[in-house]
């Protein structure tokens, strides 16, 4: 389970769980605005061409654009989602959490995330798993937002999360690992 891993993990670390997250397409809650906005967008948009075609010509096409604009902000988020979890596989060591990614056109990444003591972890059972250990700040045009960064969509999200635990109160070692 270590191929690959050299010069990443350290000397005392071990890899306790890899998975991968489910893949499947998902409606979240937090996409409802962009579904509005971005139907109501294209909608427009038709309705612009419609109203623009009476005209004759070719002028209408302009809105072509913007129709499929209003359609990619409606469901873009939904889509991409689903397409960024196909890339993705998780791995928990006696320290740390990982995730990595190989995304079409922006390549590899490995993210590194230690858990500690401190390290706040919430699970968000359902069907399928997801458990939160980390954040970031995303910069946006109005200030910034927090991002959640976790294992999204496991099944195993009860055990990774006692594992983390275990992590936690120092009782997953390299020696445990391997038990």
């Not at 004759?56 to 889509?79: R, S, Y």
């Not at 059972?125 to 937002?145: C, H, I, M, V």
């Not at 983390?164 to 020696?175: F, H, L, P, V, W």
């Amino acid at each position: 389970m270590t191929d690959g891993w050299d010069g990443i993990l350290d000397d005392d670390e071990a890899i306790l769980w890899q998975g991968r997250p489910d893949g499947a397409l998902t409606f979240d809650t937090g996409n409802i605005f962009a579904l509005i906005f971005g139907l109501f967008f294209a909608g427009f948009a038709l309705f612009w061409m419609i109203m623009a075609s009476q005209a004759g010509g070719v002028f209408w096409m302009f809105g072509l654009l913007h129709f499929f604009v209003g359609l990619a902000v409606a469901i873009g988020p939904t889509f991409y989602s689903a397409f960024r979890r196909r890339h993705t596989w998780y791995t928990l060591t006696n320290r740390r959490a990982f995730i990595a990614t190989d995304m079409p056109i922006r390549g590899r990444s490995l993210g590194s995330y230690p858990i500690t003591r401190s390290t706040s972890m919430s699970l968000q059972e359902g069907p399928l798993d997801t458990l939160w250990f980390a954040s970031t700040a995303k910069r946006t045009k109005n200030g910034t937002r927090t991002v959640k960064i976790g294992f999204e969509r496991i099944e195993q999200g009860r055990d990774v999360l006692r594992m983390m635990r275990d992590i936690q109160e120092g009782r997953a070692t390299k020696e445990a690992a391997h038990e």
